[in-house]
């Protein structure tokens, strides 16, 4: 089904379940210890053996040698694969770096082992075993050094308007300043894990992916097997944040070893290959430059970004948003990519925004103290409908304006004294800071499947995945509503490669088209019903477990018989002119409270309020869920996550969850969040967009502000740990 806004748009008066607060449908499962993660499936693989990883003692250079003699003598010992043993192995589009190195390490912790064993113990013991001897080589590992020489990002790196050098001269009011951001790891709770079993030459993985279809494609062609060959199953994830969107070592090291073995094989990376063996976010300097006029409105904004990867890598794209949010004539926007020899850098939860707005959204305020002017008005002053760079693109929707003076009202912001380190309470210095939230809607093809029983009981099919972020229940408010049944007589079935392929999980884009797929199957489902109950389909409304058409009212499962069923399949999909036409985005605005110690200067951060302009909200209840766990997130990123690089050996020290310290119970306060009404008919037939990542974009620079207003004291470098307060 091609997507058109005048006639795939589902009218108000259809909805029963979207929109409404409704508690998750796998809610039981997940408490009570009953869902399947990846490494669970051991009735349909009750003979798995399990597998150990041996990842790189280096980061660049040569294994010279590798002795396997003593591993294979240990006890319990199946197999051993190896880049020499493994036979020819492609390396997938999506991945940077090879997923098995040997000889050439690419990287530290890059994978060059894996052993089979009878049990996990005697997996590890015989892996100890492994005698490897290495050429080292330098490599490059420090941002800060090798941005000197790094070229432009390549094509669309670069994007200028009007004349910024000259404007920015000319401005009455000038900001031009650096901010660093750290490396971060992605630390979701269940590690990348997959149990892999052979039936002939056909392979049936269970693994943690948020994209099925790309995870199959990807392990097919680095097998050199044919895709219809390659089963996916990947029904419960337990965390992902982009860390799991492309094929990694764990599935395709399983696959291996199950051939190897000839006994399915289940593994699990253990922590400190999770963090340098897969990707992270990778770390920027970013130089953000403001002119203005002495009322606020910018006349020249410029936002530079220097990042570094693996040879082929990609860069953060940090500069993206300072592209779309605030208007201004002049313009440069360029990012930068340092080649480094750390481990691949890719996406994390809101790539690109997450890091670039803790920039610009820092430099915003710094621009508001400079000219003495609320940080909320010099948002207003500078909000725009139409694309700045491209002013002929109108946005679909934008209600930043909105969010900023419904968040300012809510928290209380005419309260905060603008002079820092103003307000105290006893030994705390209090502090209240804020900034715009941003965030691109995405568009991409989702398909669906939906059977209908002679019961009357709906069955929805998607590879689509849950990655803790509720598909399962979005996906049957949705299928109910279409088909006029409770949510009780709705069952979805998710992350399997043999139904059709959905959007997946990521990049904000799951909920909207994923829900969009299930209309467009549903929409067939109730033409072929209607038609079988001989009702016209242009006027049959479905209700209440019937169709009802000029005063005939019969049970839809009239249709299909006694003993069948009817199926129907079909997908969402969108005319490229839309995005070409209209920028679709989403918008909020982050409000903080913080203390500060005066002597010590622990930070505590008080209270936060996100306020989100993002579409119809299918479900108050979960999107909220989203929302704050993405705010958790931004404190993470501003007060206290960062991987410390070892720029003599090139690998992330802190590679364990001890080490890599992340926001706790304790640490994050009142979290209120607030949804403003706008569904965009431009955006998916449910009027959706994307939420989950909404929720991080400007966060941790609204923590950051705030730590400013109760110090008087400027970090520019993330996170904003003691040392650096103390140091003023």
């Given at each position: 089904m091609k997507f058109d806004a005048h006639d795939t748009v589902l009218p108000d008066a259809a909805l029963q379940h979207l929109g409404q607060p409704t508690e998750r449908v796998d809610g039981a499962r997940k408490a009570t210890g009953s869902a399947p993660y990846a490494g669970e499936w051991q009735e349909e693989a009750p003979d798995a053996a399990f597998g150990w990883v041996l990842g790189a003692g280096i980061a660049k250079g040569r294994i010279a040698h590798m002795d396997l003699e003593a591993a294979r003598a240990a006890p319990g010992v199946l197999a051993i694969v190896t880049a020499d043993s493994a036979g020819p192995l492609h390396k997938a589009s999506r991945n940077t770096a090879r997923l098995l190195g040997g000889p050439a390490i690419a990287h530290y912790h890059q994978a060059i082992a894996v052993v089979m064993a009878g049990t996990l113990e005697q997996a590890r013991a015989a892996a100890a075993l492994i005698d490897v001897r290495y050429e080292a080589e330098p490599g490059r590992f420090d941002l800060a050094q090798a941005r000197a020489d790094a070229p432009l990002a390549g094509e669309g790196a670069l994007s200028e308007v009007g004349d910024f050098d000259g404007a920015f001269a000319q401005a009455e009011v000038r900001i031009d300043a650096s901010y660093c951001t750290s490396d971060e790891s992605h630390a979701m709770m269940e590690p990348h894990a997959t149990l892999a079993a052979w039936h002939g030459d056909a392979?049936?993985?269970?693994?943690?992916?948020?994209?099925?279809?790309?995870?199959?494609?990807?392990?097919?062609?680095?097998?050199?097997?044919?895709?219809?060959?390659?089963?996916?199953?990947?029904?419960?994830?337990?965390?992902?944040?982009?860390?799991?969107?492309?094929?990694?070592?764990?599935?395709?090291?399983?696959?291996?070893?199950?051939?190897?073995?000839?006994?399915?094989?289940?593994?699990?990376?253990?922590?400190?290959?999770?963090?340098?063996?897969?990707?992270?976010?990778?770390?920027?300097i970013q130089r953000v430059r403001l002119g203005a006029q002495r009322d606020g409105r910018l006349t020249a904004i410029a936002h530079e970004s220097w990042s570094g990867d693996q040879p082929g890598g990609q860069p953060e794209t940090a500069v993206n948003q300072t592209r779309l949010l605030y208007a201004g004539a002049n313009r440069r926007t360029a990012m930068y990519l340092a080649q480094l020899d750390l481990p691949e850098g890719n996406s994390m939860r809101a790539p690109g925004e997450a890091p670039g707005m803790m920039a610009l959204e820092v430099a915003m305020d710094e621009l508001a103290q400079r000219l003495d002017m609320d940080p909320v008005e010099l948002r207003l002053r500078n909000d725009t409908d139409v694309d700045p760079e491209h002013p002929q693109r109108r946005f679909t929707q934008r209600r930043l304006a909105d969010c900023l003076r419904e968040g300012a009202g809510r928290f209380g912001w005419h309260q905060r004294v603008a002079r820092p380190g103003a307000v105290r309470e006893g030994e705390w210095a209090i502090g209240l800071g804020m900034a715009a939230a941003?965030?691109?809607?995405?568009?991409?093809?989702?398909?669906?499947?939906?059977?209908?029983?002679?019961?009357?009981?709906?069955?929805?099919?998607?590879?689509?995945?849950?990655?803790?972020?509720?598909?399962?229940?979005?996906?049957?408010?949705?299928?109910?509503?279409?088909?006029?049944?409770?949510?009780?007589?709705?069952?979805?079935?998710?992350?399997?490669?043999?139904?059709?392929?959905?959007?997946?999980?990521?990049?904000?884009?799951?909920?909207?088209?994923?829900?969009?797929?299930?209309?467009?199957?549903?929409?067939?489902?109730?033409?072929?019903?209607?038609?079988k109950l001989g009702l016209d389909p242009l006027h049959t409304d479905f209700k209440d477990g019937c169709a009802c058409s000029q005063g005939r009212r019969l049970p839809i499962e009239d249709a299909v018989g006694p003993d069948g069923a009817i199926v129907a399949e079909d997908g969402i999909d969108y005319d490229k002119s839309l995005s070409q036409q209209w920028q679709h985005s989403t918008f909020g605005a982050h409000f903080v409270e913080v203390a500060v110690h005066v002597h010590t200067r622990e930070i505590r951060v008080r209270r936060m309020l996100a306020v989100c302009a993002a579409g119809r909200i299918l479900n108050p209840l979960t999107a909220r869920s989203q929302v704050i766990g993405a705010m958790t997130m931004g404190v993470g990123a501003a007060l206290m996550e960062t991987l410390a690089v070892d720029t003599r050996h090139g690998l992330f020290i802190n590679h364990d969850l001890a080490g890599y310290e992340v926001p706790v119970h304790a640490d994050i306060p009142s979290q209120e969040v607030v949804f403003l009404p706008e569904p965009d008919p431009m955006a998916s037939p449910l009027q959706a967009k994307g939420i989950a990542e909404l929720g991080l974009c400007g966060a941790a620079a609204a923590v950051a502000n705030a730590v400013y207003n109760a110090t008087g004291v400027r970090v520019r470098s993330f996170p904003v740990t003691l040392d650096k307060l103390l140091a003023h």
């Open positions: 392979l049936t993985v269970w693994t943690s992916t948020q994209m099925v279809d790309w995870c199959r494609t990807d392990l097919a062609q680095t097998l050199g097997l044919p895709k219809h060959k390659v089963h996916v199953r990947s029904p419960f994830i337990g965390g992902g944040f982009g860390g799991k969107l492309f094929l990694r070592a764990d599935a395709l090291l399983a696959a291996l070893g199950a051939r190897a073995a000839g006994r399915p094989v289940k593994l699990a990376l253990q922590r400190p290959l999770v963090i340098n063996n897969t990707t992270h976010r990778p770390a920027t941003f965030r691109n809607h995405l568009m991409m093809k989702s398909a669906a499947r939906v059977r209908l029983d002679a019961e009357g009981r709906l069955t929805v099919q998607t590879d689509m995945t849950d990655i803790g972020t509720g598909s399962y229940t979005i996906l049957a408010q949705t299928a109910a509503d279409l088909l006029g049944l409770p949510l009780a007589r709705v069952e979805v079935k998710l992350g399997d490669s043999d139904w059709p392929v959905s959007a997946g999980s990521g990049g904000q884009f799951g909920a909207a088209n994923a829900t969009g797929g299930v209309y467009a199957a549903c929409m067939k489902l109730r033409e072929t019903l209607a038609r």
